[in-house]
């Protein structure tokens, strides 16, 4: 089984500290993908990654960075959290071709304050 | 852009009936096309992919089919069961771009026993 795994479920961080969400696969996708998922907005994608080292913005990467230093890690990084970012993260991977299904991680809580 | 919509936003229905779950999108140049169910507070799992060159794709209670031309796809579920309820999203994936899904805004199912 596909196992993308979120490193926490649940997170409370303070207005201008720096936030660190990590993500592993286990499938050698070359795909990994950082959404954040808000009331009446959906599933909006921050950034995505096609390959070590390699990142491309998404719809909404204002206020984020991220890193991919192995094939099976993807970073999501808050430089400055703000009441805003307070969200539902989503991390994903899938293959770059053939069957390009997507797997989710179990989603992470991010409560700025 | 690709805009993906779902209709309708929420559905509640008795135990045992059967029921279709629609997804309309824009732009007909898509890669794939994937369906996914969400329990509150949880992460995405994957329930269907289907690829562009397909009309439809089964599993189990749940058939998927994909019409490109009329940029329509929807999701059956045969004999609702109390634990079908959750939320399900549809989710187009872009050719030539590492398959980033655009998301609609999803369907809230609540079967009732």
């Known amino acids: 089984d596909v196992k993308v795994t979120q490193s926490s479920r649940y997170l409370v961080k303070r207005t201008g500290e720096k936030v660190f969400l990590e993500c592993v696969q286990d499938?050698?996708?070359?795909?990994m993908f950082w959404y954040r998922q808000d009331p009446g907005l959906g599933l909006r994608l921050i950034y995505f990654s096609y390959d070590v080292k390699m990142k491309e913005k998404g719809d909404i990467p204002e206020g984020y960075s991220v890193s991919r230093e192995k094939k099976e890690r993807f970073s999501l990084i808050l430089e400055s959290a703000s009441t805003n970012q307070t969200s539902m993260y989503l991390c994903a991977s899938s293959f770059d071709r053939g069957p390009t299904e997507a797997f989710f991680g179990q989603g992470t809580r991010l409560t700025v304050v | 852009k690709q805009e993906v919509t779902q209709i309708p936003a929420a559905l509640s229905v008795p135990e045992g009936e059967n029921l279709v779950l629609n997804c309309s999108f824009t732009d007909s140049a898509i890669y794939n096309l994937q369906w996914f169910r969400q329990d509150p507070g949880k992460g995405l799992t994957s329930l269907l992919l289907i690829q562009s060159s397909q009309r439809e794709q089964t599993s189990g209670r749940l058939n998927a089919s994909l019409d490109k031309s009329s940029g329509r796809s929807t999701l059956y579920i045969a004999a609702s069961q109390p634990g079908d309820s959750a939320t399900y999203l549809c989710?187009?994936?872009?050719?030539?771009?590492?398959?980033?899904?655009?998301f609609g805004g999803g369907t809230r199912l609540m079967v009732k026993p």
């Open positions: 499938m050698d996708h070359e795909n």
């Open positions: 989710a187009v994936g872009k050719n030539n771009a590492g398959n980033m899904l655009t």
